[in-house]
């Protein structure tokens, strides 16, 4: 592609040396990943804002000691403002909506050294295993440009996995940076509630579900965003406790024997496909290899319940964040340009009661309890990230019988449909089974329990396409978490691992 020929070899701590020891400029760096997002994007989508004139000038002014100085770097366009660009959440609704402040992560990041290029896809509000919102259209996978890359961060893992940047922002609510890790070969941590910063609009974090790090392509480079930006801030509901030496450093630590339950239990009637098994099976013979001890075992809840109870304090909080929007667009314009699906689960959760969702915040404290009875024995849990590898663009849609449905229950007809109460907890089971049933909840656990969990890529399916395995681990043990990825990286690297033919 001309220019910097090697970047593509390096992770963002790699690029921060090479520049911080003067082998190359910052400003070339910039340039080399431009070139890559203009000759690559077009095929993917993963960018939907470049901001280039503002990544050349940032370059060129750069913090003295940032540990990640000229690294270039993408922002997912959800809860991580810039100011002065537009944060749309892939809602058409907010398409000219403006920040005029920067989120206090993306305060870090840019405290940090790293070099914002742009802004990148993310399905409507971000409530989507795939990446395919109206208003910016179908995010593709670079392994395969007829699969999804996963979502909700999957612009961020689509534009790394292409080598664009070496690392990107994301959220994750129900395994929104997990996901598209392992949909698209990449590391991907979900750090534990409270570690890293969420604000300054906390109504989005939504009761501890939602959590924001980092997409990337090698172990060193999330930990050391989390050296980066980890800690308390202000205002915030939650707190993690401070860890006791860098994150960067327990990378290349030895973790020791560890004992690792493994679960690959079916959900929803349905199998966990055998390429997701055998990615698990596959992992738990390395394991043993490397002197750890694995035992298969059986988690004292079902995903099913795991999906509900998630599912109803979402819905309390959507429906509270639409209110919000209502108030300051108005209804019709909200009506008519939020997604149909989306706007059909607003009116749904307007019909809940607080009953309902205090109910399944309870069960919430009753799952916490189960996970760390099981982490009493177990130092992890493994399990498959998805319950299937990559699927097909534009095949999680609803069907065309689901949106006459959706659009009598939007209608002012429909108020005779959520006004009864079995008939709303029908169409909450009938979207849960539409939502979860393709990839199961197996990443909804870590975001209602607050533990940290990460997807790490060790296995590809027999077409090529990427397909993850999930470790789970103790709140606020991100080092066991990092020390097991970290050996496991060294065993079974899989950065030279890159997608052909883009």
Not at 75 to 98: I, R
Not at 103 to 128: D, Q, S, W, Y
Not at 269 to 297: F, M, P, W, Y
Not at 317 to 339: D, M, Q
Request: hydrophobic share 40%; aromatic share 8%; proline share 6%.
């Amino acid at each position: 592609m001309g220019g910097f020929a090697e970047y593509e070899q390096y992770d963002g701590v790699g690029l921060a040396t090479l520049i911080r020891n003067g082998e190359i400029k910052a400003v070339d760096v910039c340039e080399e990943a431009i070139r890559r997002a203009e000759a690559l994007n077009p095929n993917i989508n993963a960018i939907i804002t470049p901001l280039y004139e503002y990544a050349r000038k940032a370059s060129e002014a750069l913090p003295v000691n940032g540990s990640f100085s000229g690294v270039p770097f993408l922002l997912k366009d959800a809860h991580h403002a810039l100011k002065g660009a537009t944060l749309s959440y892939g809602s058409a609704l907010l398409k000219q909506n403006v920040a005029d402040i920067d989120a206090e992560i993306v305060r870090r990041f840019k405290h940090c050294g790293l070099v914002i290029l742009g802004k990148t896809n993310t399905p409507e509000f971000k409530f989507a295993y795939v990446t395919e919102p109206k208003a910016f259209g179908i995010t593709r996978n670079p392994w395969n440009l007829k699969f999804t890359p996963g979502g909700s961060s999957g612009g961020s893992a689509a534009a790394v996995a292409a080598r664009i940047v070496p690392l990107a922002s994301g959220t994750d609510e129900g395994g929104s940076i997990r996901v598209p890790a392992s949909c698209c070969g990449l590391f991907g941590l979900k750090p534990s509630r409270g570690l890293n910063p969420v604000g300054p609009d906390f109504d989005l974090e939504w009761d501890g579900m939602s959590t924001s790090h980092v997409i990337t392509r090698s172990v060193r480079d999330s930990a050391a965003i989390l050296d980066a930006v980890s800690g308390y801030e202000a205002g915030a509901p939650f707190w993690s406790p401070p860890h006791h030496k860098p994150f960067i450093e327990e990378v290349n630590l030895d973790p020791g024997p560890l004992s690792i339950g493994f679960h690959t239990r079916s959900a929803f009637g349905r199998e966990v496909h055998s390429e997701c098994k055998d990615a698990v099976i596959q992992t738990c013979t390395l394991l043993n290899e490397l002197g750890h001890q694995v035992e298969e075992i059986i988690p004292d809840y079902k995903e099913e319940e795991i999906a509900l109870d998630f599912f109803l304090v979402f819905l309390g909080n959507f429906t509270a964040h639409i209110e919000k929007l209502i108030s300051v667009y108005g209804r019709h314009a909200v009506k008519h340009k939020v997604e149909l699906q989306n706007y059909t689960l607003y009116k749904i959760g307007s019909n809940l009661k607080a009953v309902d969702f205090i109910n399944a915040k309870r069960k919430w404290r009753v799952y916490g309890y189960i996970m760390g009875q099981i982490l009493q024995k177990y130092d992890l849990i493994l399990t498959p990230t998805l319950g299937e590898p990559p699927i097909p663009v534009a095949s999680a849609g609803p069907s065309k019988s689901d949106q006459r449905l959706m659009k009598l229950v939007s209608s002012g007809a429909g108020k005779l449909i959520t006004a009864n109460k079995k008939m709303i907890l029908s169409s909450i089971e009938e979207n849960i089974q539409k939502t979860f049933k393709l990839q199961m909840p197996f990443t909804l656990i870590a975001n209602i329990t607050g533990q940290p969990a990460m997807s790490v890529p060790l296995y590809w399916t027999e077409n090529g396409l990427p397909c993850g395995v999930q470790f789970l681990g103790r709140i606020g043990d991100e080092a066991t978490l990092l020390r097991m990825a970290g050996q496991l990286e060294k065993v079974k690297p899989w950065s030279d691992k890159k997608p052909q033919g883009l």
